[in-house]
Structure formats: C-alpha cells, structure tokens
C-alpha cells in the first residue's frame, strides 16, 4: 500500500522568511505532483515531477524529487502573504494511475 | 470556459436517501475520477474511469456507485447515504489515466 506523508501538518511563518515543506512516500514511485487549495475552494495544480532529481520553480516556489530517497521538497523563498493555502503533494505508483495524496500542510503568512 | 463542473454546489440530505453527484467536463479528456476530502484525511480516491465505459475502485468506494456512459459525464451515486458520508467531494479529468488531473470545485454534502 502506498503512504504518503507530509510535515509539517501546519506551517506559520513571517513574511519574508524561507521554509521547506516536506512529502516522503512509501513505495516507488514514477510520477509526483504539488497541489495548492485555497480555502474553500478546489485544488490547483502547481507543478509534476517526474524523474529522480527533477526541479521545477515558479515564483517563490520550488519543488524537487528525489526518488531514491522517495521525498520531494517544496521550498518556499521569501514569503509572501497570497501563498498562505494548503499544499497537497500527490503520488502515482509505479505502473499505475491512481494518485494518492498527502495529508496536506497548511501554510499561514503573516505580515 | 473550458473546465469541470459538479453539482449541486452543496446538498443536506436525510440518511436513507438516493443522491447523484452530477460531474461534466468539456476538456475531452479520457479520465476522470471522484474524491471525497475529509479534515485531517486529505484526498481520498473514491471510483475512476480511465476511459468512457469502463470503471474502477479507488481507496473507500463502499456505499458508492459510477457510471461512465460518454467522455463528458461522470456521476456519483450514493444509493442510501449516511451520515459518514458527510463530505466534501471533488471530481477531477486528466487527459489520460496518470496524467495531471484538473479537479471541479467540489459539492459539499451533509448527510444527517
């Protein structure tokens, strides 16, 4: 059964600060994605990942993966207030199609 | 708008009660799924279709049905709901099985 985890659960941080926000997953894996849900709203998807030490940025975001390691990073540079939402990272098995999501990490920026 | 649309946008059924969750996409995309999202649980895959005509099981798919009769539709049955199946549900396509999904903006379903 594939797991996937993520911590922090909950993140406050200053603007202006850097974080790094983490996914670690049980099984191999070919294919990794990073989602954002604003609250009350639908899911966003931010960036696929799909090979071993594959970076992908936008903005003040970057994610990574490092499939030996099964972990993909997104790292947060000088924060801002409108990046304050909750941040999925979602894995397909190999040889499969079903993503399956992490618990998510909810991020607050505060001013 | 090219996109993904799911209703209702929010449903207070009595337990015991038939629902359908309606979900159309206009992307032509082959693959669609249900999720339910529960706080503290993230994204739960409830059924998939990879393409129309055929479906299949997610994670929790007990007291839930699908039918794919098109590329476009995708509804969600909840033949005699109750109340743990108070959620929030998503559906999602992709233009192929795996493939980044684009999800719908959810109907949120209380079940008392």
């Known amino acids: 059964e594939l797991k996937v985890e993520q911590n922090p659960l909950f993140l406050s941080m200053q603007e202006g600060k850097n974080y790094t926000i983490y996914c670690n997953y049980s099984t191999t894996s070919d294919r990794l994605y990073w989602y954002r849900q604003d609250p009350g709203k639908s899911l966003e998807s931010l960036f696929v990942l799909l090979s071993n030490g594959a970076v992908k940025q936008e903005g003040r975001l970057m994610a990574s993966l490092d499939t030996k390691a099964r972990l993909s990073t997104l790292h947060i540079t000088a924060a801002v207030h409108d990046l304050s939402a909750t941040y999925f990272c979602a894995v397909v098995r190999n040889a499969g199609n079903m993503l399956t999501f992490g618990g998510g990490t909810r991020l607050m920026v505060k001013p | 708008i090219a996109g993904i649309t799911q209703a209702p946008t929010s449903q207070i059924l009595a337990a015991g009660r038939r629902m359908t969750l309606r979900c159309t996409q206009d992307m032509r995309h082959n693959a669609m799924y249900w999720y339910r999202q529960d706080l503290g649980l993230g994204l739960r895959l409830i059924h998939y279709?990879?393409?129309?005509?055929?479906?299949g099981k997610g994670e929790v798919p007990d007291g839930y049905s699908v039918s794919r009769a098109n590329t476009d539709d995708f509804p969600l049955t909840l033949a005699s709901a109750v109340p743990s199946q108070t959620s929030v549900y998503f559906c999602?396509?992709?233009?192929?099985?795996?493939?980044?999904?684009?999800f719908g903006p959810g109907t949120r379903l209380l079940v008392l």
């Open positions: 999602a396509s992709s233009r192929e099985a795996g493939e980044t999904q684009y």
């Open positions: 279709s990879n393409t129309a005509g055929t479906t």
